[in-house]
């Protein structure tokens, strides 16, 4: 006897229902799912890039061991509910280890510079990661380069001159801000680091899951600076030197920030290794570039602190050189 197909009054035929199913899993692999993906990173890594400079007076390790504990313990719980499988072969073990470091080293120096100077100014520098692919290319790859990409490097790095030190192609008498170049030099850094692991999250495709990725890269940097901050905690404490630099106090004000720091951070990192995933690393990097809206806004409504006219030029120097590279990278 013909079994009758199974139907429900609200979800339809047990076919239907496939249908229903094989559409949001297109839906959830496609690029305008990529795109909604990485704007929320942008917003989220802005909002913690702004939490992180509010969290200036903690210990930077322990910003960062926090932030990266966090994010491993919120990819636990995502992994167990979406049993997720962490196994990854051994010819992609090399992608991951390198990913693991590249993303340790820009949050490592990220941090550093939002705790450093101005969160708007910090996030702007960070933005020209496009601009060491292009120079990675010419100088590593053989490629190529053109006139107009010259200049357009040339003139993003002049934005960062104008943005860190305006006084000095001014009256040069003190009156203009100068940031701390250390703090910028980390930025720069990030920028560095951030536009290698855009490169090595595509080299993955999908043959890695991207909660596997951010498994691995969460659990070997948390080991890592918990390691490292209990070495340098006992050998300072042992030789009877502040260990201020690497753990102090924090109120119940601090332990909120820092947790959503480590929730924002977790946010940012799995929306963005998906999304690098579904659509092209040039779209990718034009919209996380987003992030600087948000910083900017905090960085005069809540800190109050309004960047000078030469930094503010410097600003649009640097954005609008990194659009037009980026705009004319997948024209060649």
Same mark, same amino acid.
């Given at each position: 006897m013909h079994r009758s197909e199974e139907t429900?009054?609200?979800?339809?035929?047990?076919?239907?229902?496939?249908?229903?199913e094989s559409g949001g899993s297109r839906f959830f692999n496609s690029p305008a799912f990529g795109l909604i993906l990485i704007s929320i990173s942008a917003v989220s890594y802005g909002v913690s890039a702004s939490l992180v400079s509010m969290e200036s007076d903690i210990a930077t390790?322990?910003?960062?061991?926090?932030?990266?504990?966090?994010?491993?313990?919120?990819?636990?719980?995502?992994?167990?509910i979406g049993r997720v499988d962490l196994r990854v072969a051994r010819k992609d073990w090399k992608l991951v280890a390198v990913r693991t470091v590249t993303g340790f080293c820009s949050?490592?120096?990220?941090?550093? /510079?939002?705790?450093n100077m101005p969160v708007g100014e910090a996030t702007v520098i960070i933005s020209m990661a496009p601009v060491f692919v292009a120079l990675?290319?010419?100088?590593?790859?053989g490629v190529r380069a053109k006139c107009y990409q010259v200049i357009l490097i040339v003139l993003s790095l002049g934005g960062v001159v104008l943005i860190v030190d305006p006084d000095s192609l001014a009256k040069n008498d003190?009156?203009?801000?100068?940031?701390?170049?250390? &703090? /910028?030099t980390a930025a720069m850094s990030q &920028?560095?680091?951030?536009?290698l692991s855009y490169i090595f999250i595509k080299k993955s495709n999908k043959r890695v899951h991207f909660m596997a990725m951010v498994f691995w890269y969460s659990l070997v940097a948390s080991i890592f600076t918990i390691t490292f901050i209990l070495i340098m905690y006992f050998s300072l404490k042992? /030789?009877?030197?502040?260990? /201020?630099?690497?753990v102090n106090e924090v109120d119940r004000t601090d332990i909120l920030i820092l947790s959503s720091i480590s929730l924002l951070g977790f946010i940012s990192q799995f929306t963005l290794t998906k999304s690098t995933q579904?659509?092209?690393?040039?779209?990718?990097?034009?919209i996380r570039n987003a992030d600087i809206l948000v910083t900017m806004a905090f960085q005069v409504f809540y800190f109050h602190v309004i960047p000078c006219w030469l930094q503010i030029t410097g600003m649009v120097i640097m954005v609008l050189s990194t659009v037009v590279l980026l705009l004319t990278k997948d024209r060649q």
């Open positions: 429900s009054p609200l979800l339809g035929t047990s076919e239907e229902r496939r249908q229903q390790p322990l910003v960062v061991s926090s932030r990266f504990l966090g994010t491993f313990l919120f990819n636990v719980l995502g992994c167990i949050f490592v120096c990220g941090t550093y /510079a939002f705790q990675f290319s010419m100088c590593l790859l003190g009156t203009l801000p100068k940031l701390n170049l250390i &703090a /910028a &920028a560095l680091f951030k536009s042992t /030789a009877g030197k502040s260990t /201020a630099w690497v579904l659509i092209n690393t040039t779209t990718v990097s034009l």
